[in-house]
């Protein structure tokens, strides 16, 4: 293709920064559709189904708290794996989530934050994780959520 019909076609088209919260929004929406088919299968998975919706709630969670494009406050150690420090952050800034988490991101918090039990599982001999239910519903009405949220700001900024 030669360079005046390039500039013809990409005239007008805006290419928009790989930047948070879209960044963050991204992988839970690319990665929520697989905790339902997780949970849908027979027999579950729980351990797998665990590591994607812990994944899912942690960027879920920073995409909202990254909603200015900042994404600073939720890379410092004591927050980054951190799902219960992340929930109270967000309900803090307004995240219409109960105040304390939920019991199953409680569970998730402990096996997804350091040492990183779920995913390497060192030093132990089991893991308990939450079943399905109500952690499968309860997020993707929290993914929701936070996507409407963005989609409002983005709304605004154009």
């Given at each position: 293709?030669?360079?005046?019909?390039?500039?013809?076609?990409?005239?007008?088209?805006?290419?928009i920064?790989?930047?948070?919260?879209?960044?963050?929004l991204?992988?839970?929406?690319?990665?929520?559709?697989?905790?339902?088919?997780?949970?849908?299968?027979?027999?579950t998975?729980?351990?797998?189904?665990?590591?994607?919706?812990a994944?899912?709630?942690?960027?879920?969670?920073?995409?909202?708290?990254?909603?200015?494009?900042?994404?600073?406050?939720?890379?410092?150690?004591?927050?980054?794996?951190?799902?219960?420090?992340?929930?109270?952050?967000?309900?803090k800034?307004?995240?219409?989530?109960?105040?304390?988490?939920?019991?199953?991101?409680?569970?998730?918090?402990?096996?997804?934050?350091?040492?990183?039990?779920?995913?390497?599982?060192?030093?132990?001999?089991?893991?308990?994780?939450?079943?399905?239910?109500?952690?499968?519903?309860?997020?993707e009405?929290?993914?929701?959520?936070?996507?409407?949220?963005?989609?409002?700001?983005?709304?605004?900024?154009?």
């Amino acid at each position: 293709m030669d360079n005046e019909r390039l500039a013809n076609l990409t005239t007008g088209l805006r290419m928009i920064p790989a930047d948070p919260p879209d960044t963050y929004l991204g992988v839970a929406y690319g990665m929520i559709r697989g905790v339902r088919i997780l949970s849908d299968a027979k027999p579950t998975s729980n351990l797998a189904l665990s590591l994607v919706s812990a994944h899912v709630l942690e960027c879920a969670l920073k995409a909202y708290l990254s909603k200015d494009g900042s994404d600073s406050a939720v890379r410092t150690p004591d927050v980054r794996h951190n799902l219960i420090a992340l929930w109270r952050l967000a309900h803090k800034d307004g995240l219409n989530v109960p105040k304390q988490p939920f019991d199953w991101v409680n569970v998730l918090s402990h096996v997804h934050d350091c040492p990183y039990y779920l995913r390497y599982s060192t030093g132990v001999h089991g893991i308990s994780v939450p079943g399905p239910e109500p952690m499968v519903t309860e997020l993707e009405t929290l993914l929701e959520r936070v996507k409407k949220i963005s989609v409002v700001l983005h709304d605004h900024e154009s």
